[in-house]
């Protein structure tokens, strides 16, 4: 298994890991006495459930799996796989740290980094799209 499907599966787990950490605290808070708005924890929740795991791994297994792209390039632009993988994963914490604060306290100016999330996962989901394109195709 080459070790960027390995990096992608392996932050996948993580995030499977904490979204269910999430949702447990959130299961638990009616039994707790806190001040946190459980609605400010929905978001972290699906975030790391559908983007942190299920994309991610998706991601990994088609690295490792698809057709290859040529014989001197089997995944395609390296530069671009890792451009994916970082972009993800930097705009998925940003996500997990900057949606439920803007939940929270939009009079702060959090959305910046919501805004910022989306940009960097909505170009990972590009690159991840022009560099496995290529790789669908008959035999």
């Known amino acids: 298994m080459p070790p960027l499907t390995r990096w992608f599966i392996k932050t996948a787990m993580a995030s499977l890991v904490l979204a269910f950490l999430v949702r447990a605290t959130m ?8 001040p946190v708005n459980v609605s400010a924890l929905a978001p972290i929740f699906l975030h790391l459930f559908m ?8 991601f ?18 390296e ?7 970082w972009f993800f994963n930097i ?8 949606e439920p604060l803007h939940l929270l306290r939009p ?3 959090w959305a910046w980094l919501t805004m910022a999330a ?4 909505w170009l990972a989901g590009i690159a991840f799209v022009v560099n ?4 669908v195709k008959e035999r």
């Open 27 to 34: 299961a638990a808070l009616p039994f707790w006495d806190l």
């Open 51 to 58: 983007w942190g795991w299920v994309t991610q791994l998706i």
């Open 60 to 77: 990994g297994v088609a690295y490792w799996m698809f057709p290859k792209y040529s014989k001197t390039k089997p995944h395609g632009h």
């Open 79 to 85: 530069g671009l796989w890792l451009a994916t993988f």
């Open 91 to 98: 705009g998925l914490v940003f996500r997990v740290i900057g």
């Open 107 to 109: 009079e702060a100016l």
């Open 118 to 121: 989306a940009v960097l996962q």
């Open 132 to 135: 496995t394109w290529g790789r």
